[in-house]
């Protein structure tokens, strides 16, 4: 296993964890401006799907509870496919972004 990447899994002292991080859907500030094609300025890297480290009580954590990850931001556990000892929790609110300002 890389130590970078784990795979999901909670042991005593540390449990693996799915994060999904969510980007900026429109690629543009205003993707339909101008009479361009929204469909073609969709960002095909809105999602990214990472590999972590939290806390083993995050395992436990029932679906939609609410977490701020330090620097990062404020994930909920999924509704779908959190389980307990496979965590994933999908960004809700990331910190302060200037995109499109």
């Not at 690629?27 to 939290?54: M, R």
């Not at 395992?59 to 496979?86: I, T």
Request: overall charge neutral; proline content about 6%; some cysteine.
């Amino acid at each position: 296993m890389n130590s970078h990447r784990p795979d999901r899994f909670c042991t005593g002292e540390r449990c693996g964890a799915c994060l999904r991080v969510y980007k900026h859907l429109p690629v543009e500030t205003h993707p339909d401006a101008g009479g361009k094609d929204f469909i073609e300025n969709l960002n095909p890297n809105s999602l990214k799907v990472l590999q972590a480290v939290v806390e083993p009580s995050l395992a436990a954590a029932k679906a939609d509870d609410k977490f701020q990850f330090e620097r990062h931001g404020y994930f909920a556990a999924d509704r779908v496919d959190h389980v307990a000892g496979k965590p994933v929790f999908n960004l809700a609110v990331g910190l302060k972004d200037s995109w499109g300002k």
